[in-house]
């Protein structure tokens, strides 16, 4: 058996790091399993450009002088460039989502390693899209140069766990993120509020999963599969982006029924999802302001209560009030997130939480 060369040395350094930090990030044991991951995967990825330009012949130290070719040493070893350096390198347009996502653990880790100790649960709640797309992003780089024999697929499989799946889960977790320190809540919001749309949307910055329970048997099928959203037909895509909104039905093992309404939300409920997302306090009167600056809906007693912007707000005749969608949530959220958004939102401007 051949020796292995340098480059798929570091490599192989390189996954030992991603699958420690996929572990860490894993094990619900274990305390500050969210620093461990951010930590390790900083690591694989800095060790996977390393192993991508050797194998190229490329030169990644850091140069005291060209002519003549001098380096910069520490410790007697030649300084290799950062991870923020390869970033700019391999993705040199800003309207990147990997390049996005990278930017944004290398942020991150800063304030979770200094000053955020103690809030993994409620961050990881926040930042898990973000988490799942970073390990996603660094398996299609590696296999890309080095390839498809070196996938993790088979050593990586989807975690077992309960928070989300169950009503008593979410409102745990909801509460988890609420309880972020305020400069970190402003940090996400800034961040994400800075990218452009294509790229906060785009799973490679942010993967968001629809997880269907249906019924099956063991006759060969895969207990679970993951399906692409880009692998989809156009039919398809409406379809899973149906019920990704909750359009009204009720996933259970035999049947699904369409149930009146259920994908709409209340004022307060409304109220307490935005003000979870935003760094900004965000009750039933800021959402009262915004429905009437924004004529969303009618002023109450009017003589056609009906007439409300439907993408947004619909009324409920049979219970005589106001119920508002998903769509009116992501749009808060969003333009919320911001001093300048929140002031356009709602006519004042923000208190912080």
């Keep these: 058996m051949p020796r292995p060369q340098r480059w798929e040395l570091l490599l192989k350094a390189s996954q030992q ?13 274990r305390e500050r399993s969210l620093e461990g991951f951010v930590i390790h995967m900083h690591i694989a990825w800095l060790y996977a450009f390393q192993s991508k330009w050797m194998k190229a012949g490329h030169n990644y130290h850091v140069l005291r002088s060209e002519n003549p070719r001098r380096y910069k040493y520490i410790n ?4 290799s460039q950062s991870l923020e350096w390869f970033v700019g390198q391999e993705h040199t347009t800003t309207n990147s989502a990997v390049r996005a996502n ?7 880790r800063n304030k979770i390693e200094h000053r955020h ?3 993994d ?6 930042v898990n899209g973000e988490c799942h797309a970073m390990l996603l992003n660094y398996e299609e780089f590696v296999t890309g140069y080095a390839g498809h024999g070196y996938s993790l697929a088979h050593r990586l499989h989807f975690p077992v766990f309960i928070g989300g799946f169950t009503d008593h889960g979410k409102k745990d977790l909801l509460r988890s993120t ?9 940090f996400l919001a800034d961040y994400d509020a800075g990218l452009d749309d294509s790229v906060s949307r785009d799973p490679r910055y942010c993967m968001r999963l629809t997880v269907l329970l249906e019924a099956g048997n063991r006759k060969g099928d895969l207990s679970l599969q993951f399906v692409n959203h880009h692998d989809l037909t156009d039919e398809e895509r409406t379809v899973a982006e149906g019920i990704a909104r909750d359009k009204g039905y009720v ?13 709409k939300m209340k004022p307060g409920m409304v109220a307490e999802r935005v003000q979870a997302a935003i760094p900004y306090v965000f009750r039933t009167y800021e ?4 429905w009437k600056k924004h004529k969303i809906r009618p002023p109450n007693g009017a003589g056609q209560p009906e007439e409300t912007k439907q993408d947004f707000c619909v009324f409920d005749r049979v219970h005589g009030d106001y119920l508002y969608t998903e769509a009116c949530v992501k749009w808060l959220i969003k333009k919320c997130q911001t001093e300048a958004g929140f002031k356009e939102a709602t006519g004042i401007k923000p208190r912080r939480n």
């Design 17 to 29: 790091e991603s699958l420690l930090a996929v572990r860490l990030f894993n094990d619900p044991g």
């Design 76 to 79: 007697d070893e030649r300084m």
């Design 102 to 108: 990278l930017e944004f653990f290398i942020l991150l």
């Design 117 to 119: 100790t103690g809030t």
């Design 121 to 126: 649960e409620g961050l990881m709640t926040a």
């Design 178 to 186: 609420q309880a972020l320190p305020k400069d970190l809540r402003t």
């Design 251 to 263: 996933i259970t093992k035999a049947k699904t029924r369409p149930v009146s309404n259920d994908d």
């Design 287 to 290: 959402m009262s302001l915004y």
